[in-house]
């Protein structure tokens, strides 16, 4: 009976042994997913934590690009503004030269006196001294012939003018250079060069003529060099100079019609 219960009593404990053991086995199961849900909780924390610290410090990186961008393009826009400003200052001083130099171009440029000025009024003083206001139609400075001094004289009293600058103290134009004559279609005109080797100084003497009947006083008697060139005008223009000892034709035929240099002229004999 003892044995019986001896081994009524060893199936107990080892059964009870068994679910001591199933016990413990589940409670250290349990234990250890306990253990392994809060390493897993804290290593999500971690994690989380970790997550935030970097979207934090992702946020102050684009914050700071942002505001760096912001200054890059506040420095920009400020830098566009002034090269504007300046861009605005240099147009309207170019503008302003510019217009100074319309206006300066606008004016009348006042020309320097022509070293031949003083000639030119000795002349003319010499002359209506002695011959009076009328004697000179005008008197100016000829700026296309070397600033010659040029004396336009009156038909009526160019034999007289012509006489005081040959012989007048002062001026004593004692050389003929060049003698010539244009018609104008409105008026005829005589062109006299002089020359004074004693003063070395020049003279142009102009007179208009009327086309229609033109002739004035002939000055051979004051310089023997007119005398050609005095016929080669009655010549070609048809200009009668009174008192010419020899005025006849010198490069046409004496039998020719006409004027050959007159704007008027027309050939009498039709060509072959």
């Known amino acids: 009976g003892t044995e019986e219960v001896t081994e009524e009593e060893k199936a107990k404990a080892k059964a009870k042994a068994a679910a001591a053991a199933k016990a413990k086995a589940a409670a250290l199961a349990k234990q250890k997913r306990e253990g392994t849900e809060e390493v897993m909780e804290e290593e999500k924390a971690k994690a989380k934590a970790k997550a935030a610290v970097a979207a934090k410090a992702k946020a102050a990186a684009l914050a700071k690009q942002k505001a760096s961008q912001g200054d890059g393009?506040?420095?920009?826009?400020k830098a566009k503004a002034i090269a504007a400003a300046k861009a605005?200052?240099?147009a309207a001083a170019r503008a302003k030269t510019k217009g100074a130099e319309g206006k300066k171009e606008d004016e009348p440029k006042q020309e320097e006196p022509s070293v031949?000025?003083?000639?030119?009024?000795q002349y003319v003083e010499a002359i209506r001294e002695?011959?009076?206001?009328?004697?000179l139609v005008d008197s100016y400075i000829n700026k296309?012939?070397?600033d010659v001094p040029t004396l336009v004289v009156d038909p009526a009293k160019y034999y007289e003018v012509m006489e005081s600058l040959r012989f007048h103290?002062?001026?004593?134009?004692?050389?003929?250079?060049?003698?010539h004559a244009t018609d104008f279609v409105t008026h005829m005109e005589v062109y006299v060069h002089l020359f004074s080797y004693g003063k070395k100084q020049s003279v142009a003497v102009k007179v208009k003529l009327d086309r229609e009947a033109p002739q004035v006083e002939s000055v051979t008697a004051l310089w023997k060099g007119a005398d050609w060139p005095e016929r080669e005008a009655y010549d070609l223009l048809g200009i009668v100079f009174k008192g010419h000892p020899n005025l006849t034709r010198i490069l046409m035929p004496d039998d020719w019609v006409g004027y050959p240099l007159r704007k008027d002229y027309e050939p009498y004999d039709v060509e072959v």
């Not at 393009?73 to 826009?77: T, V």
């Not at 031949?116 to 009024?121: A, D, F, V």
């Not at 002695?130 to 004697?135: D, N, P, S």
């Open 73 to 77: 393009d506040s420095g920009d826009e």
């Open 130 to 135: 002695k011959l009076g206001e009328g004697a």
């Open 169 to 179: 103290e002062g001026l004593a134009f004692d050389y003929i250079s060049e003698l």
């Open 88 to 90: 605005k200052a240099a």
């Open 116 to 121: 031949n000025q003083p000639h030119l009024n």
């Open 144 to 146: 296309l012939s070397k």
